[in-house]
């Protein structure tokens, strides 16, 4: 089992800069793969960005050259997101995927930007 915390969402205006946290616990030499998804009120949850365990990363288009992916050690990820924009707003949540292909989710981290 693997157990996700977020912190570091907030409120900020348009332009600004917020930095989320995952720390996750456990199992941690099992994950493989390390992620942030969002969902907005009635809109379905989106991958925003991932990271494996060989250091390939991928972003959604719409984040792509705002937002950064990195994780500095076995067990925490983080999302820097830069120039956010109000339709970034979202609760954001930290994904775990093991080898064994089982995920676990964060509770979420509610972020918005205002205009």
């Known amino acids: 089992q693997v157990q996700l915390v977020e912190s570091g969402g907030g409120l900020v205006q348009a332009g600004g800069s917020l930095r989320l946290s995952c720390a996750a616990s456990?199992?941690?030499?099992?994950?493989?793969?390390m992620g942030w998804y969002r969902q907005a009120p009635g809109k379905q949850r989106e991958l925003v960005a991932f990271i494996t365990n060989g250091s390939i990363i991928n972003y959604v288009d719409s984040v792509r050259g705002r937002f950064t992916i990195s994780r500095d050690n076995a067990n925490t990820v983080y999302l820097q997101m830069n120039s956010l924009k109000p339709e970034d707003t979202a609760v954001y949540y930290c994904?775990?995927?093991?080898?064994?292909?089982?995920?676990?989710w964060g509770q979420g981290t509610q972020v918005t930007v205002s205009s």
């Open positions: 456990g199992s941690i030499f099992s994950i493989n793969i």
């Open positions: 994904n775990a995927v093991l080898v064994t292909r089982l995920a676990y």
